[in-house]
Protein backbone atom coordinates (compact mmCIF):
# COMPACT_ATOMS: atom_id res chain seq x y z
CA UNK A 1 0.00 0.00 0.00
CA UNK A 2 0.61 3.72 -0.65
CA UNK A 3 2.67 5.08 2.13
CA UNK A 4 1.09 8.27 1.45
CA UNK A 5 -2.24 10.25 1.65
CA UNK A 6 -3.62 12.81 -0.83
CA UNK A 7 -7.07 14.92 -1.21
CA UNK A 8 -8.03 13.42 -4.58
CA UNK A 9 -8.56 16.44 -6.62
CA UNK A 10 -8.21 20.37 -5.85
CA UNK A 11 -8.81 23.59 -7.96
CA UNK A 12 -6.75 25.86 -9.18
CA UNK A 13 -6.98 29.34 -10.45
CA UNK A 14 -4.70 30.36 -13.42
CA UNK A 15 -1.68 32.24 -12.81
CA UNK A 16 -1.82 31.38 -8.95
CA UNK A 17 0.17 29.36 -6.65
CA UNK A 18 -1.26 25.84 -6.31
CA UNK A 19 0.13 24.05 -3.14
CA UNK A 20 -0.55 20.51 -3.37
CA UNK A 21 -0.61 18.66 0.49
CA UNK A 22 0.56 15.27 1.47
CA UNK A 23 1.24 12.99 4.42
CA UNK A 24 3.41 10.44 5.19
CA UNK A 25 3.54 10.20 8.52
CA UNK A 26 5.15 6.64 8.85
CA UNK A 27 8.18 7.77 7.07
CA UNK A 28 11.38 6.54 7.96
CA UNK A 29 14.63 8.75 8.54
CA UNK A 30 16.19 7.31 5.16
CA UNK A 31 13.36 7.78 2.91
CA UNK A 32 12.86 10.47 0.39
CA UNK A 33 9.69 12.14 -0.93
CA UNK A 34 9.28 12.42 -4.13
CA UNK A 35 6.57 14.40 -6.93
CA UNK A 36 5.90 13.36 -10.14
CA UNK A 37 2.65 13.91 -12.35
CA UNK A 38 0.89 12.57 -14.95
CA UNK A 39 -0.93 14.29 -17.77
CA UNK A 40 -3.87 12.95 -18.89
CA UNK A 41 -2.72 9.71 -21.24
CA UNK A 42 1.13 10.59 -20.85
CA UNK A 43 3.23 8.82 -18.86
CA UNK A 44 4.67 9.55 -15.57
CA UNK A 45 7.12 12.97 -15.48
CA UNK A 46 9.26 13.37 -12.31
CA UNK A 47 8.77 17.00 -10.27
CA UNK A 48 10.85 17.15 -7.39
CA UNK A 49 12.29 15.03 -4.54
CA UNK A 50 13.73 16.13 -0.99
CA UNK A 51 14.95 14.39 2.26
CA UNK A 52 14.25 16.85 5.12
CA UNK A 53 15.66 20.19 3.62
CA UNK A 54 13.15 22.33 1.45
CA UNK A 55 13.84 21.90 -2.20
CA UNK A 56 13.47 24.28 -5.59
CA UNK A 57 13.98 23.53 -9.07
CA UNK A 58 12.72 25.10 -12.42
CA UNK A 59 9.78 23.41 -12.56
CA UNK A 60 8.01 23.76 -8.30
CA UNK A 61 9.29 23.85 -4.79
CA UNK A 62 8.76 21.31 -2.11
CA UNK A 63 8.53 22.25 1.49
CA UNK A 64 8.72 19.49 3.66
CA UNK A 65 7.84 19.92 7.68
CA UNK A 66 10.47 19.83 10.33
CA UNK A 67 9.06 16.41 11.47
CA UNK A 68 8.95 15.03 8.23
CA UNK A 69 5.39 13.76 8.08
CA UNK A 70 3.90 15.88 5.51
CA UNK A 71 4.97 18.09 2.35
CA UNK A 72 3.40 20.31 0.30
CA UNK A 73 3.93 20.60 -3.61
CA UNK A 74 4.22 23.75 -4.90
CA UNK A 75 3.57 25.56 -8.43
CA UNK A 76 4.35 29.03 -7.80
CA UNK A 77 2.41 30.16 -11.70
CA UNK A 78 -0.25 27.28 -12.38
CA UNK A 79 -0.93 27.42 -15.73
CA UNK A 80 -3.99 25.02 -17.77
CA UNK A 81 -0.75 22.99 -19.07
CA UNK A 82 -0.50 22.34 -15.35
CA UNK A 83 -3.78 20.04 -15.04
CA UNK A 84 -2.50 16.35 -13.77
CA UNK A 85 -2.45 13.99 -11.31
CA UNK A 86 -0.28 14.43 -9.28
CA UNK A 87 1.83 11.76 -7.02
CA UNK A 88 3.67 12.12 -3.61
CA UNK A 89 5.80 8.72 -3.40
CA UNK A 90 8.16 7.97 -0.44
CA UNK A 91 10.82 5.72 -2.34
CA UNK A 92 10.90 2.25 -0.48
CA UNK A 93 14.52 1.44 -0.67
CA UNK A 94 15.06 -2.49 -1.06
CA UNK A 95 18.60 -2.53 -1.79
CA UNK A 96 18.91 -3.44 -5.60
CA UNK A 97 16.61 -0.83 -6.86
CA UNK A 98 14.32 2.11 -5.96
CA UNK A 99 10.62 1.22 -6.20
CA UNK A 100 8.11 3.49 -6.41
CA UNK A 101 4.75 3.00 -4.82
CA UNK A 102 2.28 5.38 -6.51
CA UNK A 103 -0.86 6.44 -4.55
CA UNK A 104 -3.89 7.45 -6.36
CA UNK A 105 -2.74 11.13 -6.45
CA UNK A 106 -4.44 14.51 -6.50
CA UNK A 107 -6.06 15.47 -9.06
CA UNK A 108 -5.42 19.45 -9.87
CA UNK A 109 -7.86 21.29 -12.12
CA UNK A 110 -6.45 25.06 -13.12
CA UNK A 111 -9.14 26.85 -13.99
CA UNK A 112 -9.22 29.74 -16.67
CA UNK B 1 13.03 13.69 -22.85
CA UNK B 2 14.78 10.45 -21.74
CA UNK B 3 14.91 8.34 -24.87
CA UNK B 4 12.37 5.48 -24.24
CA UNK B 5 10.01 3.63 -26.69
CA UNK B 6 7.12 1.39 -25.87
CA UNK B 7 5.66 -1.30 -29.12
CA UNK B 8 3.16 -1.74 -29.87
CA UNK B 9 1.17 1.20 -28.19
CA UNK B 10 -1.88 -0.21 -28.80
CA UNK B 11 -3.14 -3.58 -29.19
CA UNK B 12 -6.41 -5.74 -28.97
CA UNK B 13 -6.19 -9.21 -28.44
CA UNK B 14 -8.31 -12.25 -27.64
CA UNK B 15 -8.55 -14.05 -24.33
CA UNK B 16 -5.94 -16.96 -24.17
CA UNK B 17 -3.19 -15.91 -26.54
CA UNK B 18 0.15 -14.75 -25.86
CA UNK B 19 1.39 -10.93 -25.89
CA UNK B 20 4.94 -9.54 -25.50
CA UNK B 21 5.26 -5.93 -25.35
CA UNK B 22 8.88 -3.90 -25.87
CA UNK B 23 10.32 -1.15 -23.90
CA UNK B 24 13.57 -0.20 -26.03
CA UNK B 25 15.59 2.53 -24.69
CA UNK B 26 18.51 4.66 -25.85
CA UNK B 27 19.92 5.74 -22.25
CA UNK B 28 22.27 2.86 -21.46
CA UNK B 29 20.50 3.08 -18.11
CA UNK B 30 20.90 0.02 -15.84
CA UNK B 31 17.42 -0.27 -14.63
CA UNK B 32 13.91 -1.02 -16.52
CA UNK B 33 10.74 -1.19 -14.81
CA UNK B 34 6.97 -2.72 -16.08
CA UNK B 35 4.41 -0.90 -14.48
CA UNK B 36 0.65 -1.36 -15.26
CA UNK B 37 -2.09 1.24 -14.37
CA UNK B 38 -5.98 0.82 -13.97
CA UNK B 39 -8.43 3.11 -12.47
CA UNK B 40 -8.66 3.64 -9.05
CA UNK B 41 -5.02 1.75 -8.95
CA UNK B 42 -2.82 4.52 -9.28
CA UNK B 43 0.79 2.46 -10.96
CA UNK B 44 1.32 -0.48 -9.82
CA UNK B 45 4.87 -2.17 -10.16
CA UNK B 46 4.87 -5.77 -12.41
CA UNK B 47 8.90 -6.54 -12.81
CA UNK B 48 11.87 -4.71 -12.86
CA UNK B 49 15.37 -5.20 -14.25
CA UNK B 50 18.31 -4.04 -12.50
CA UNK B 51 20.78 -5.39 -15.01
CA UNK B 52 21.21 -7.98 -18.22
CA UNK B 53 19.20 -11.08 -17.00
CA UNK B 54 18.78 -9.57 -13.66
CA UNK B 55 14.63 -9.56 -13.08
CA UNK B 56 12.80 -9.31 -10.22
CA UNK B 57 9.01 -9.56 -9.05
CA UNK B 58 6.96 -6.25 -8.00
CA UNK B 59 3.89 -6.41 -6.44
CA UNK B 60 1.57 -7.68 -9.49
CA UNK B 61 3.78 -10.27 -10.84
CA UNK B 62 1.41 -12.93 -11.32
CA UNK B 63 0.18 -13.67 -14.75
CA UNK B 64 3.26 -11.95 -16.38
CA UNK B 65 6.81 -12.80 -16.98
CA UNK B 66 10.04 -10.54 -18.43
CA UNK B 67 13.39 -10.66 -20.07
CA UNK B 68 16.37 -8.87 -20.71
CA UNK B 69 18.88 -10.22 -22.81
CA UNK B 70 20.41 -6.49 -23.88
CA UNK B 71 20.73 -3.36 -21.82
CA UNK B 72 18.39 -1.00 -24.21
CA UNK B 73 15.45 -3.72 -24.50
CA UNK B 74 12.59 -4.83 -21.69
CA UNK B 75 9.78 -7.15 -22.78
CA UNK B 76 6.79 -8.18 -20.67
CA UNK B 77 5.01 -11.08 -21.66
CA UNK B 78 1.88 -12.39 -20.82
CA UNK B 79 1.26 -16.09 -21.49
CA UNK B 80 -1.89 -16.48 -21.90
CA UNK B 81 -4.02 -13.10 -22.00
CA UNK B 82 -7.24 -12.67 -19.54
CA UNK B 83 -9.54 -9.85 -19.33
CA UNK B 84 -8.07 -8.50 -16.31
CA UNK B 85 -5.02 -7.48 -17.56
CA UNK B 86 -6.85 -5.02 -19.94
CA UNK B 87 -4.68 -2.15 -18.58
CA UNK B 88 -2.36 0.34 -19.86
CA UNK B 89 1.12 -0.54 -19.45
CA UNK B 90 4.04 1.84 -18.38
CA UNK B 91 7.88 1.23 -18.56
CA UNK B 92 10.70 3.25 -16.63
CA UNK B 93 14.52 3.78 -16.81
CA UNK B 94 16.26 4.90 -13.85
CA UNK B 95 20.22 5.22 -13.69
CA UNK B 96 21.35 4.24 -10.25
CA UNK B 97 18.62 3.89 -7.52
CA UNK B 98 21.67 3.59 -4.81
CA UNK B 99 22.35 7.42 -5.55
CA UNK B 100 19.33 9.22 -3.46
CA UNK B 101 17.13 11.22 -6.01
CA UNK B 102 17.74 8.97 -9.01
CA UNK B 103 14.32 9.40 -10.57
CA UNK B 104 12.69 7.39 -13.01
CA UNK B 105 11.79 8.18 -16.69
CA UNK B 106 8.66 6.70 -18.15
CA UNK B 107 7.74 5.80 -21.64
CA UNK B 108 4.46 6.64 -23.34
CA UNK B 109 2.41 3.73 -22.32
CA UNK B 110 0.91 0.89 -24.57
CA UNK B 111 -3.09 0.33 -24.27
CA UNK B 112 -3.80 -3.58 -24.24
CA UNK B 113 -7.37 -4.58 -24.24
CA UNK B 114 -8.11 -8.24 -24.49
CA UNK B 115 -11.36 -9.28 -25.53
Not at chain 1, 40 to 67: C, F, R, V, W
Not at chain 2, 14 to 29: A, D, F, I, K, Y
Not at chain 2, 68 to 81: G, I, P, Q, V, Y
Request: a neutral charge; charged letters at 20%.
Amino acid sequence: DAKTTQPPSMDCAEGRAANLPCNHSTISGNEYVYWYRQIHSQGPQYIIHGLKNNETNEMASLIITEDRKSSTLILPHATLRDTAVYYCIVRVDTGATNKLIFGTGTLLAVQP
Amino acid sequence: DAGITQSPRHKVTETGTPVTLRCHQTENHRYMYWYRQDPGHGLRLIHYSYGVKDTDKGEVSDGYSVSRSKTEDFLLTLESATSSQTSVYFCAISESPGLAGREQYFGPGTRLTVT
